[in-house]
């Protein structure tokens, strides 16, 4: 107990002392008498606020990891409170350490209310998460006192605990994975399974024979396809997050990079509801924070996959990176076959030769290119970006732009979205 509640309890009682003192009559000693057994019973219930307990937990609306939540999602916080006397405990107040996600003020969140005897209580706040990242909280205060708030009694509870906040996904429609299954059937995307034989497929001929023709791709499709004789090359997807800080702008939560990372957690969705294997580069610091090397979520398939590429995704930042051409040529060296996805905020000359000579190769690419003029950005050349996109997409290369309102449902869902 705090000892400015005794300094409050003397404080009162000698001024009622003194009053009776200096009156005369029975009614002032009767009140200072009753003042007395007023502080005592204050007292007493104060002392019943050393065996309340409390604890916090979140619960989720996402399915996807039990205490992890989605940047953009609202979550709940539970904080319950048990009063394990018998004595009723007319005011108790809470501080719990909340995560930075939410953006409290101070990360606090303070709540005030009564307890009767032995009662349970709980309180339920639902909040948004407005960052990624992993956060602690959990940790708080526990206050009471009794009816006359002179003796109060306060105590640590609660254990730190974690959440994470994973990135912003867009999840793309049934529909619209149906027509990335039909562009992977059709070896736009390119899918080897294993235990069982998968085979490629091109553009119908005059020449090829109806006995050929795949009948349930060209439906999905709407153009006829035949069957090669030839078994399909083992082909999955790269996705290449470009973390370079020079080539994005604004780290806060709305800015460049941030809609890059919740794209790339898009795509990656896209792609395992597609059934299609994904692996992840980016560059991130060594612990010197003066180099970087190029990190990767390797290849996999489903669920346990993705998530890999999501708590990777969570503890993203933008660096001081290489070069774009240099990053270029180390991932696409590495992943031969593969489909590459690059998602970056600027393109430069080297970039767009290393692209073509890729491409001329025979590499399938998709870019993602962020029109960082829409986050602010003021120094943007943009009849030189234009150029370079015209030169990119001349060779075959589709370039999709995106602003900073663009819809990403919208621009990953679109009829006749190019992804090789």
């Known amino acids: 107990m705090r000892g400015q509640g005794y300094f409050k309890a003397a404080v009162i009682l000698v001024s009622l002392f003194a009053a009776s003192f200096l009156s005369s009559g029975l009614i002032p000693y009767l009140l200072c008498y009753i003042a007395l057994g007023l502080l005592l019973i204050d007292f007493l219930w104060s002392a019943a606020c050393k065996r309340t307990a409390a604890d916090s937990w979140i619960e989720s609306s996402d399915a996807l990891v039990e205490i992890n939540s989605l940047a953009g999602t609202k979550v709940k916080v539970y904080t319950e409170i048990v009063n394990n006397s018998p004595w009723p405990i007319p005011w108790v107040q809470i501080w719990i350490e909340m995560p930075m996600t939410f953006g409290l003020p101070d990360n606090l969140c303070c709540y005030t209310f009564s307890l009767r005897s032995f009662e349970r209580k709980v309180v339920c706040e639902e909040l948004e998460c407005k960052i990624r990242g992993s956060f602690e909280w959990g940790r708080g205060v526990i206050k009471g006192g009794g009816f006359l708030g002179v003796f109060t009694c306060s105590g640590p509870f609660g254990n730190p605990r974690q959440l994470e906040v994973l990135p912003k996904i867009i999840y793309l429609a049934g529909s619209d994975i149906r027509g990335w299954k039909a562009k992977m059937a059709a070896g736009l995307l390119g899918r080897q399974g294993r235990g069982h034989e998968v085979f490629s497929v091109r553009k119908y001929d005059i020449a090829d024979g109806l006995s050929r023709i795949h009948w349930k791709i060209s439906a999905k499709t709407q153009n006829l396809f035949v069957k090669n004789n030839q078994q399909a090359e083992y082909l999955n997807t790269v996705l290449f997050l470009d973390n370079g800080r020079e080539r994005h702008f604004d780290n806060g939560p709305e800015g460049s990079f941030e809609q890059a990372v919740s794209l790339t957690a ?155």
Do not use: W
Request: proline residues 3%; contains cysteine.
């Open 266 to 420: 898009s795509v990656a969705a896209a792609l395992m509801k597609a059934g299609h294997g994904t692996e992840l580069f980016l560059c991130t610091p060594k612990q010197n924070m003066s180099a970087q090397e190029l990190h990767k979520v390797n290849f996999g398939q489903g669920k346990a996959n993705f998530i890999k590429i999501l708590k990777q995704l969570t503890h993203a930042v933008s660096i001081e990176a290489s070069p774009l051409a240099e990053a270029l040529g180390r991932v696409m060296s590495a992943s031969p076959k593969a489909h590459f996805m690059l998602i970056s905020g600027e393109i430069d000359n080297a970039a767009v030769e290393i692209l073509l000579s890729k491409r001329a190769k025979g590499h399938a690419i998709t870019i993602f290119l962020l029109l960082l003029e829409t986050f602010g950005k003021l120094d943007v050349d943009i009849k030189d970006r234009e150029k370079l996109i015209s030169r990119l997409r001349n060779s075959g290369i589709p370039v999709t732009t995106v602003e900073k309102d663009s819809d990403l449902r919208q621009i990953l869902g679109r009829p006749g979205y190019g992804v090789g």
